[in-house]
């Protein structure tokens, strides 16, 4: 296990459970790329400036400055930052709890950690998990990390606890904005065959059984451009058209009876006749988006 990322301790009502945060998750199949001279094509340095009389300022001499007005700062440092006058800094500190099924983790959670207890705090920890497990309730708690202060979430994982940090309410964007039409007509039939469908494709999720080719597909252009050889364009996917959607589930629904993958956009037959707006993007009226 790598190092601990956080130290410091789970407050649980009038208990203080010693633990160690570990990242639960890291990245591997990221494609880096590094910046290079459009002449010698190889690496370029990255420098900082001085705006006053243009010198060199090294990494290590770097300030870390809070802006208060215009060219007005005001200097931290990261003994300031330990000096924070909020609980949350050292512990983690719950602040209700919730049933399992109440929290919305799709918009909310961000990053995943481990906790482990310190020697001390081993009974005290493993009683929180087994109280969570009883009642089937996860804990809602606040913790400051980094440069922020974060909604969390801490649930039984396994033989440990896992703390996500959420989202706060006012960084969801509303749906509102959307362009999603109402009184969408759609017949029990449908329905039915598009359920069929999700039957047909249901089964325990095992994330082993999924891999991340675009790496793999990265790698087949830089083994195509080491060899001199010209990069190949694929074949453009199939633009969407306006369909028999009865027609497709069905043709889907079989395709998954016999073990075979359905296609991703069945092609209509000509002598079907077009009964639902399944209508293609440009068809459709433009979602509007929030701008940053």
Known sequence: MARSMWRGAISFGMVAIPIRMYLATEAHS??????????????????????????????NEVLKGYEVGKNQFVIIDEEDLD???????KTID????????????????????YLEPEDVGVKPFFLLKRALEDTNKVAVAKIALRDREHLSLIQVEGDTLLCNTLNWPDEIRSTQELNLPQNVKISDKEVAMATSLIDNLTDSFKPERYTDDYKAAFQQIVDQKM??????????????????LMAALKASVEATKQGK????RPAASKAAKVKVAA?????????????A
């Open 30 to 59: 990221a494609v880096s790329f590094r910046q290079l001279c459009p002449h010698c094509q190889l690496p370029i340095k990255q420098q900082r400036h001085c705006p006053t009389d243009d010198h060199v300022v090294a990494f």
């Open 261 to 264: 993958k359905p296609a991703a």
């Open 227 to 244: 060899k001199g050889l010209q990069v190949v364009t694929p074949t453009p996917a199939e633009e969407p058209r306006v369909m028999d």
């Open 83 to 89: 000096k924070l006058p909020l609980k949350t800094t």
């Open 279 to 291: 209508k293609t993007s440009a068809a459709r009226p433009a979602a509007r988006r929030r701008t």
């Open 94 to 113: 719950i602040v209700e709890f919730v049933e399992r099924n109440e929290v919305p983790l799709g918009l909310y959670v961000k990053s995943a950690y």
